[in-house]
């Protein structure tokens, strides 16, 4: 089992208000990694999708309520964990209707639905459990040196 060389968590009340807080607070450690600016905005968007999720979906009769962000920092990712203690939702059919949009416009999508599309299309890898509430955890990998040790390399021609 891997250990994150460190963790940081944080509980925020499950408002609207509150989701800029956590775009900010995950925006800083994963600049802080290396991540480029585009996977930052990537990871920015997956975690406000599943903190919306959490504020739209998962107190409705419940005054107040809380999220809470995990997040695990390995030498080659980020891993951040939004978990609620709200209403639960079928995960399984929701997962078999995360594909592609088909062709959909926006409006015609289930309720969620683009909000989990987008988080499985930003994020390396996408985990929903639901037990006694939700909780998501996404990764994403840190892919530096990437282009720098391809550079110079020449694929050969394919045979023919």
Do not use: W
């Amino acid at each position: 089992m891997r250990t994150a060389s460190d963790y940081i968590e944080m509980n925020v009340p499950a408002k609207p208000e509150y989701v800029g807080v956590v775009r900010l607070t995950i925006s800083g450690l994963a600049n802080r990694m290396g991540f480029s600016f585009d996977e930052i905005e990537d990871i920015k968007i997956a975690v406000s999708e599943a903190c919306t999720n959490v504020v739209n979906h998962a107190y409705k009769d419940v005054e107040k309520g809380q999220v809470r962000i995990a997040c695990n920092i390995y030498e080659d990712c980020l891993e951040i964990t939004v978990v609620d203690q709200g209403n639960s939702f079928d995960v399984e059919s929701i997962s078999e209707n995360l594909g592609p949009v088909d062709g959909k416009s926006v409006d015609q999508l289930n309720e969620g639905g683009l909000g989990l599309f987008l988080i499985d299309t930003l994020m390396d890898k996408v985990e929903i459990k639901s037990e006694a509430g939700v909780m998501v955890t996404m990764t994403k990998y840190l892919h530096r040196d990437e282009v720098e040790e391809h550079v110079d390399r020449i694929s050969p021609a394919p045979s023919q």
